[in-house]
């Protein structure tokens, strides 16, 4: 696979929706016929949560062979599993309780522990998923058949905040970032881990992330400003999916 980029653009969040769906369910398939199983990397945040509302009703579900899906998150707020912010929660509520999806198929970040911890733990859990190279003792890369990202707006996506350290890592996959603006902790996959995957999707929604989308696709390259500019697979597809509203400054 060589690295493609698309930008899908739809006249309303539901449309969004149906098509992002409709892409991970149509990916789920060859990725279980050729390798057994499908890695889905969520994301936080109210665009997703639409979609993995979508996701667990019966006009997906029956294309979706859940016992062979395994479940990641991309990043997580530092609070325990049931608090109303975090993203394990939200996405357990709209999804993972509604779909027959195998208890030990669900990877979670644990939120509730030390944020440096927590990131070892997590990674640690993504290199027994992904397994090592046959030559060497170099992890291979988290190859997610699919991710999922949101982006705030102010260019964030994942846990990856403007100025923040996390930016800068080249080497691990997961790391605490302490985020000043919020006064909090999170834990994020790097873009090194980010750009493994083999699918990134991109969901964009709403006015508010108008001005800022058109900064980060057609502005000059200032990640540490607009950190969603970091993320492009090395051999992958990323695909833009972005409601009418998201796309209006793109448009003028
Ligand atoms: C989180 C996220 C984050 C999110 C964006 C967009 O934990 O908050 O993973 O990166 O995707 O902030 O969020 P919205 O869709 O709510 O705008």
Request: net charge negative; glycine share 8%.
């Amino acid at each position: 696979m060589r690295t493609s980029v698309r930008i899908k653009v739809y006249t309303d969040v539901n449309s969004l929706v149906r098509e992002a769906a409709n892409q991970i369910v149509s990916l789920a398939a060859p990725a279980i016929k050729d390798r057994g199983r499908f890695s889905l990397g969520l994301s936080g945040g109210s665009t997703p949560e639409p979609l993995y509302r979508a996701l667990a009703t019966e006009r997906f579900t029956r294309y979706l062979d859940w016992s062979h899906v395994h479940v990641f998150w991309g990043d997580e707020r530092c609070v325990p599993p049931d608090h109303a912010d975090s993203n394990f929660r939200m996405a357990r509520e709209a999804l993972l309780d509604q779909v027959p999806l195998p208890a030990d198929h669900i990877h979670r970040i644990e939120g509730e522990l030390d944020p440096e911890l927590a990131a070892a733990r997590y990674e640690q859990v993504l290199t027994t998923f992904f397994g090592q190279q046959e030559t060497g003792d170099i992890p291979s890369r988290p190859r997610f058949d699919v991710l999922i990202l949101g982006m705030g707006d102010d260019g964030h996506t994942a846990s990856l905040f403007p100025g923040t350290t996390a930016l800068g890592e080249q080497v691990r996959w997961v790391v605490p970032n302490y985020v000043d603006k919020l006064g909090v902790w999170r834990v994020t996959l790097t873009a090194l881990a980010i750009n493994s995957a083999a699918h990134i999707l991109f969901l964009v929604s709403g006015t508010e992330k108008a001005g800022v989308l058109r900064k980060v696709l057609l502005g000059p390259r200032q990640p540490q400003v607009y950190p969603a500019q970091l993320i492009y697979p090395d051999d992958g597809l990323l695909t833009w999916h972005i409601d009418a509203q998201a796309v209006a400054e793109l448009r003028a």
